[in-house]
């Protein structure tokens, strides 16, 4: 069994910078990619940011000079740290894994998402 869990969520104020975190845990042999999505009220789930095992990132062009994902392989844990929100970055954040198991077999995994609210 394999959870992912989100954590750092919540409502601020336009130019609040807060840092998400999403951990791993289980019957875990390594972490390959892992990703951040989101998806707005109404709209589609969309790709924010990913990081391979070792270090390589991409980014949505919404948010390239804002947001900064990154990885903790030793914690099985990815970050984002997102800066200066807007209200258009409001939306549920999930964190998606490539998950390599104990037993050697390779899934994908999500985690139960966290609410970021950004208003005045």
């Known amino acids: 069994h394999v959870q992912l869990v989100e954590a750092g969520g919540g409502l601020v104020q336009p130019g609040a910078s807060p840092r998400l975190s999403c951990t791993a845990s289980?019957?875990?042999?390594?972490?390959?990619?892992m990703g951040w999505y989101r998806q707005a009220p109404g709209t589609e789930r969309e790709l924010v940011a990913t990081i391979s095992r070792g270090g390589t990132t991409t980014y949505t062009d919404s948010v390239k000079d804002r947001f900064t994902i990154s990885r903790d392989n030793a914690k099985k844990t990815a970050y984002l740290q997102m800066i200066s929100l807007k209200p258009e970055d409001t939306a549920v954040y999930y964190c998606?894994?490539?998950?390599?198991?104990?037993?050697?077999?390779?899934?994908?995994?999500w985690g139960q998402g966290t609410q970021v609210t950004v208003s005045s």
């Open positions: 289980g019957s875990i042999f390594s972490n390959n990619m």
């Open positions: 998606n894994a490539d998950v390599t198991t104990e037993y050697l077999q390779r899934s994908t995994y």
